[in-house]
């Protein structure tokens, strides 16, 4: 079998993928990428550095949440192995980490599981549980005596992507810049790349610590989705309380087959005016709030430490055959992003359409016709690497990373939130 006649195979497996009911995604990949290259050019991270957090963003929450239940179709399929015996043969598959790391992404994306995430104070629950559990993991690798500096700068960089990505969500998933913060004393301002951003969470907190108090309720999107949005559940902006009606993943706020746009209506910025403004405006509220959220981990002096130790890593001087697999588990994620219509939506602008179409994919995730491969995203060589074996993806199987970030706030054996006992009578 050719390998342009695989990857229509691949991309066959990868379009079911999108079928069968998957967790939620988050902000598209393209958007997270450039909400966490803004903090890591704040703090002048090298560029091997900031592709390593660039890759854990995507790999643990995304990955291992919505991707994973068809990675044994997608190798199988490049390799041509008969499915049943390579499911068997992927040993870790039945192992108690494989099963946390996939019931532990799924509290990674501020959801509204089964619409318990109903009130401010748990929301900030959140926040501060993820906050420490960050700064802990950090320093616990870092003071790890028995890694060796590869592994342990590979994890330090990969729990700090992660835990990005669980903040970049939530200016995503939730009606946070619908919110008129003028009732704080706050209103919207720029970014220092000249972008209008709304206030951050911290921001806020900062000018009213109790989150029970203000004057607005946030809201993120009920998942799984209530069956039939007739039934009356709204936030009280009146917006039916659905990821797809929430979601800014995309720049055309384009979900489930049909504009949003009427959903996202609310100043500064209405999306009827300009979604792409709109959805900028959340992607620069993250943008910010990522880079608020490395300042807030360094803190702890020794959280500091442990990122100041790994962020100008250069991995030529290191060890040049570890940018193989660096490079190849990035063009793996713009392929599986292109893939899934997930690197900007259905229909992304030309910039990231091409994009897609140099690791063979359409914008609609077909395959491209005549197109020869290569990655983009990374040069991978003339053909992409498609395998989840190497050092990068193996971090998240040998230490346990996205288990230690939901502590205290998420259950993986009954997979629901865990808050303290009632407040506020919810």
């Known amino acids: 079998m050719t390998r342009h006649h695989r990857l229509r195979r691949v991309v066959a497996i990868l379009t079911l993928m999108g079928t069968v009911g998957q967790p939620v995604w988050a902000f598209d990949t393209f958007w997270h990428s450039a909400a966490t290259g803004a903090a890591t050019r704040e ?11 660039q890759f854990g963003n995507f790999s643990g929450p995304d990955f291992f949440g919505p991707l994973y239940e068809g990675m044994a179709k997608l190798e199988a399929a490049l390799r041509g192995d008969n499915l049943k015996e390579f499911t ?3 040993d870790y598959d039945t192992t108690r980490r494989y099963r946390e790391i996939r019931r532990s992404a799924i509290f990674l994306h501020f959801d509204n599981l089964h619409g318990t995430l109903n009130r401010n104070w748990k929301f900030n629950h959140i926040f501060v549980n993820l906050l420490t559990n960050t700064q802990q993991t950090i320093n616990t690798l870092y003071s790890d005596g028995r890694l060796n500096e590869g592994n342990k700068k590979m994890a330090i960089l990969m729990t700090l992507g992660a835990s990005l ?3 970049q969500d939530f200016y995503s998933h939730s009606d946070w810049i619908h919110q008129d913060f003028s009732k704080f004393g706050l209103a919207p301002s720029r970014t220092p790349w000249g972008k ?4 951050t969470w911290f921001e806020v907190l900062q000018q009213s610590p109790d989150p029970n108090s203000w004057p607005i309720k946030v809201s993120s999107g009920i998942y799984p989705p209530p069956a039939d949005e007739s039934t009356g559940l709204k936030s009280l902006l009146g917006v039916p309380l659905t990821h797809t009606r929430f979601n800014h993943d995309n720049s055309e706020l384009f979900y489930d087959g049909e504009s949003q746009v009427g959903y996202h209506n609310f100043p500064p910025l209405l999306a009827q ?19 608020e959220w490395v300042r807030k981990l360094e803190e702890d002096p020794i959280t500091k430490s442990s990122i100041d130790y790994a962020k100008d890593w250069n991995l030529r001087a290191y060890n040049p055959a570890m940018l193989k697999d660096l490079s190849a588990s990035l063009a793996v994620t713009l392929f599986l992003s292109c893939a899934a219509s997930k690197w900007d939506g259905a229909h992304p602008p030309k910039a990231r359409a091409n994009e897609c179409r140099g690791v063979g994919i359409a914008a609609d995730g077909s395959a491209a016709a005549g197109v020869s491969g290569g990655a983009v995203f990374l040069p991978a060589g003339p053909a992409i690497a498609l395998s989840f074996y190497n050092e990068f993806w193996a971090i998240h199987i ?7 970030l939901i502590l205290h706030f998420g259950d993986t054996t009954t997979g629901e939130y865990v808050f303290p006992d009632n407040r506020d009578g919810s």
């Open 43 to 53: 703090f002048h991270f090298s560029a091997d550095a900031t592709n390593i957090v």
């Open 88 to 90: 068997t043969l992927r």
């Open 165 to 167: 990505h669980v903040v």
């Open 196 to 199: 209008l951003r709304a206030p």
């Open 273 to 291: 005016d300009s979604p792409q403004e709109h959805q900028l405006y959340a992607v620069n509220t993250a943008a910010v709030a990522s880079i």
């Open 398 to 404: 040998r230490f346990d990373i996205l288990k230690s």
